[in-house]
């Protein structure tokens, strides 16, 4: 399939204009062959100085199918194990880079698209995505995920000026990263929800119109999970447009806000190995477990709503203590400071909040149930639970409490702290 971005930029309802940098999407059987086109007939055929990043997986799993492709670009192959989007990996690019380079293809998943589109905006260098595996929504962002001395950033980026997807490779990834991409596109149900809890209370910028497309991803990847997880070519390009989509509503709104909130917290909190030693866990399936301990939790609010069991109050900071003996043993206490300041909360104002919590509930019950999730994660082979990510059920309570920190961002999660619960401290 071939996505008319065009469609994605028109004037919209919200009152903004939206504005869509990649100028080529192609979802489909033999996508690398039309990326060979374009660097030799079309409209790639000016840059005469390519770098190919790719990891020696991703290599493997590309080099067959794209080897008209290495051949005529500059290569460079980063080694998997251990492999992060972090300044050791940058570096490593910059000093392999010569100062020719006019274009930047990165060939492989989350991880080489973050390298890559974070150093075509340091160079000022369009980059090409060539995604390996559906496993997630970031590669047409126009923000990266990086780890900078041990803080998860989102640090400003270029979105790619083209997308090649090739379902000759993608669908044949490991089940394991086509899962994570699922799992990915599952934490909307929370960011959503998020989102529109933030405009209720603060006022926040909202787009129904990008809800929407979020909302149409989920429902047609939900529709066809058994045939994902069989690597049926078809519903993986389903899957890769739903994720592609939603990298394009970030795009439209210039942040990662549709994408990504309370449940991509505390994914990276784990990430920042703060609370739990190092995890062998994909970032999709840190995510989907994520989703499903913050979906328990907002379902259990919404219940003491409803049954008048829960009361709003003023803001109160209850956790400088947790956060100095957390994040400073690190060395990571001033980022955090940084990065909450000023504080969201102080936004919120208590009794706005005493006057929305009927409709907080109501946008939570929108919501599947958890058994529903757990189901429909099930049959995508999603991770769910956090023994299967290498965690322990202690580390629940205080992942819970520490993820909203991670980012300056209103979640219910955060919201929740200016709540009081009946029966409970």
């Known amino acids: ?195 529109k809890i933030a405009h209720l209370l603060t006022g926040e910028y909202i787009c129904g119109r990008i809800i929407e497309m979020e909302e149409k991803a989920l429902r047609t990847v939900s529709s066809c999970l058994r045939d994902i997880a069989e690597a049926d070519l078809e519903s993986c390009e389903e899957l890769m447009y739903a994720l592609i989509l939603s990298g394009l509503a970030m795009q439209m709104v210039g942040n990662s806000r549709p994408a990504s909130c309370a449940e991509h917290h505390l994914s990276h909190l784990w990430e920042m190995e703060v609370i739990n030693r190092p995890l062998d866990a994909l970032h999709g399936e840190k995510v989907s477990v994520g989703t499903l301990l913050v979906l328990r939790e907002y379902k259990r609010i919404a219940r003491a709503i409803r049954e008048g069991r829960c009361q709003a109050a003023p803001y109160e900071d209850r956790d400088a203590a947790l956060l100095e003996e957390t994040f400073g043993k690190k060395g990571l206490l001033e980022g955090i400071r940084n990065e909450n300041d000023p504080e969201p909360l102080l936004e919120v104002n208590p009794e706005i909040l005493k006057e929305r919590l009927e409709e907080i509930a109501a946008i939570i019950e929108e919501l599947p149930e958890e058994k529903e999730l757990r189901r429909a994660m099930k049959n995508a082979g999603c991770r769910r639970d956090v023994y299967d990510i290498g965690l322990t059920e202690e580390i629940i309570p205080e992942s819970l409490r520490l993820a909203p920190y991670v980012r300056r961002r209103l979640s219910f999660l955060r919201v929740s702290k200016m709540l009081r619960l009946k029966g409970e401290a």
């Open 1 to 195: 399939m071939r996505v008319d971005t065009d469609d994605f930029a028109r004037p919209c309802r919200c009152g903004r204009e939206h504005h869509i940098d990649v100028k080529e999407i192609i979802i489909e059987e033999g996508a690398a062959d039309k990326l060979e086109e374009a660097m030799s007939d079309g409209f790639l055929r000016q840059y005469i100085s390519p770098l190919l990043i790719c990891d020696t997986n991703t290599l493997k799993a590309t080099e067959e199918i794209m080897e008209d492709i290495y051949d005529r670009c500059q290569v460079l192959v980063l080694d998997a194990e251990g492999l992060h989007a972090n300044e050791h990996a940058v570096q490593i690019v910059e000093n392999y880079m010569d100062e020719d380079i006019d274009l930047i293809l990165a060939v492989g998943s989350g991880t080489i698209h973050d390298i890559s589109r974070y150093i075509a905006f340091q160079y000022k260098i369009p980059f090409i995505s060539v995604p390996t595996a559906a496993s997630v929504d970031g590669f047409v962002s126009n923000v990266a995920a990086m780890t900078w001395k041990g803080l998860k950033k989102t640090v400003p980026a270029v979105p790619p000026i083209a997308v090649f997807a090739d379902s000759r490779i993608f669908a044949h990834a490991p089940k394991r990263l086509n899962a994570s991409g699922v799992s990915d596109l599952f934490g909307k149900y929370i960011c959503l929800a998020d989102w």
